[in-house]
């Protein structure tokens, strides 16, 4: 593939630079109340849901452990899958670009829009062009991208971002939608209601108007069938269809990892996603097509491969598995962090914990909130547990931290204390000598048995809670004493 | 049997009450326990911080601590994870092959305690007597890692006198985490306090679970909030007998 090794350099977001370190974002959200209460209701009932609709299949197993060797399969041959996508898309009629960043991306699909002398166009739901800040790319050319999902809706008018992969107005309640719509509608009714019917049909109005002017969509690519060349998007409100089939130009970006080898493998899928992601049997549209068809749908149609970090996260063993992603979110929906942090705080589309995994990898681990990521997680493992492919998040998760702390410079007091802890460890002897000196001190830090205040970095312990005073002596110490027979 | 006691850097420092109630409850069972001294840490902490080059020592002198018994027990889901799941993997990236060796040797045998009562023994009820009102906290490494299942609500079910109730959202992280709870000190407490809550609304007197790294952060803000309610590790409830009241 024309992007090569020169990838590894990290890949930018261009809307999200100078995001703030995980815990300092993470702080402000879990004192808002209203979106704790937000968060928390949405999540539990959606995964309540997802866990009913994954019970009803006996072999949910056996499909996620086929999801997981399919995209292995794929990744591990990704070269020869995408030139044979490129071969099948283009006798199809359609065109096939490459792009090795997110520059390069925004600069092919600007073009192709400008070529057309339009500067609007309508956009179905895509996690890539949001990575590579498409909208703003075209802004800055002219262009006035509409996003039609409705969630993305509500987010672009609120001049917001995403904190949800699928329900990215997640942090919002019906008030609040109300308010947005009322203030940057222009065709919004007089009097309109916080009842969720009518903020759909007012969305719906607003949105008719749009498909039925638009020359120009760009959509993303949930999953592309390399033998036949067919690309496959999944949505829930009959907009994608509006885009991918009403306009003259379509143009597509997806990451190159979004590939199955055949439609038979796309079945495995088809199952996996709906149930993961919405909780439900089937997917209410999908859309499938191969390149262009005279007479039907769009006329020009353009397929932008997208690297942007993709090729330097495959080339390691261990975060490559993240790469198996199919954006379902049920690793969101059971995370008892993402549930109080939110997902601003991941400072990325991506969030949650595969977004803990993915933007550092595709990233690089340079920034402020790309090196705490690797942090945002108290490793519970339910993310794993829930995910459909299997990727062992908490797994990465921990070589990722191996890498952080490779990188060095941040933290030397922690490093400082890894270090003297390792010391202490490594030799019995020298622990007993620190338990000695815990217990002789410990009526001077404790009463009845409580730490109430510790200095330090500690003090984020006793801020909330007290930690225990040490015992009187240890349990080696005890042994010592009586042969392990004692009192 | 050979049976060894694995204890873990923080039940020797700071519990060492669970320690003693599993060499207790051992005895009672028939089995004698012995103490390996050369024992120190499974090297988690550093581990899960990404401090892998300090942790490796740690993994080389479990193997020296443990090598030649037939049983490793330990009162620690977490620790036991570790050593299980992630002692062969940083042996193997180590190299050292003759490490891997042993390492890959010993695991096996290294049993939590619950999956050593249940798997190993054979037996659910041991005989106690605890007659208090409990709730459970299946931890997330005993659950997710360890795959203990019901085997600690077996035991505990079995125990004389005791009114086991059910936590809600049991499942849920307390918010531990090891180096998390300092590194994300804020969302961490958020957890804590829904865990909390669903404790307290159980109306039990005790919440026991099988880590006592999870129970010291619950436990902290049950005392810090003056619940009256207390944390108990697993093997203490499974050690209290009726001789112990008189």
Known sequence: MSSGTDSGTAARMPTYLGMPAFPDAARRAVGDTRLRRNL??????????????????????????????????????????????????????????????????????????????????????????????????????????????LAELIVQLGDDRPSHILVPAIHRNRADIRDIFRRTMPDAPAGLSDSPAELAEAARRHLRAKFLSAKVA????????????????LESEGNGRMCLTLPETLISVMGIEKIVPSWRDLEVFLQLLPRSSTAERMNPYTSAWTGITPGDGPSDFHLVLLDNGRTATLADEVGRQALRCIRCSACLNVCPVYARAGGHAY????????????????????????????????????????????????????????????????????????????????????????????????????????????????????????????????????????????? | MKVALFITCLNDTMFPGTGKAVVRLLNRLGHEVDFPQAQTCCGQMHFNTGYRRQALPLVRGFADAFAGYDAVVTPSASCGAMVRDWHPRLAADSGDRALAARVQALTPKVYELSEFLVDVLGVTDVGAYFPHRVTYHPTCHSMRMLHVGDRPLRLLRAVRGIDLVELPEAAECCGFGGTFALKNSEVSAAMCADKVTNVRRTGAEALCAADNSCLMHIGGALSRTRSGVRTVHLAEILASTEEDRT
């Open chain 1, 218 to 233: 760009v959509s993303g690519v949930n999953f592309a069938v390399a033998d036949t060349g067919t690309l496959v998007v």
């Open chain 1, 347 to 487: 400072g990325s589309p991506y969030p949650g914990p595969i977004g803990a995994i993915l933007s550092p990898q595709i990233r690089g681990i340079g920034s402020d909130v790309d090196s705490s990521l690797p942090y945002a997680s108290s490793l519970c493992g339910a993310c794993f547990e829930a995910c459909p492919v299997a990727i062992d998040i908490p797994e990465v998760l921990v070589h990722l931290r191996a890498r952080a702390v490779e990188k060095g410079r941040k933290h030397p007091l922690e490093r400082a204390v890894m270090d003297v802890a390792g010391w202490t460890l490594r030799s019995p002897a020298r622990l007993a000598l620190a338990q000695r000196a815990a217990s002789a001190g410990r009526h001077v830090v404790g009463r009845r048995g409580r730490i109430r205040r510790l200095p330090g970095p500690l003090s984020a312990w006793t801020d909330t809670r007290d930690a225990p005073a040490p015992p009187e002596e240890s349990f080696r110490a005890w042994w010592n004493r009586t042969g392990g027979k004692g009192e």
């Open chain 1, 40 to 149: 928390a209701h949405a999540t539990s009932t959606i995964r309540r849901r997802r866990a009913e609709a994954v019970a009803e299949l006996d072999d949910w197993a056996a499909l996620r452990e086929a999801g997981r060797q399919i995209k292995d399969h794929v990744l591990a041959n990704l070269g020869h899958y995408l030139r044979l996508l490129e071969e099948k898309v283009t006798e199809a009629g359609g065109t096939v670009h490459w792009a090795r960043d997110a520059a390069e991306a925004n600069r092919i699909v600007t073009d192709l829009v400008r070529a057309t002398g339009e500067t609007e166009v309508v956009k179905v739901k895509s996690m890539a062009t949001q990575e590579i800040g498409l909208n703003e790319a075209l802004a800055e050319a002219g262009i006035t991208a509409h996003e039609t999902d």
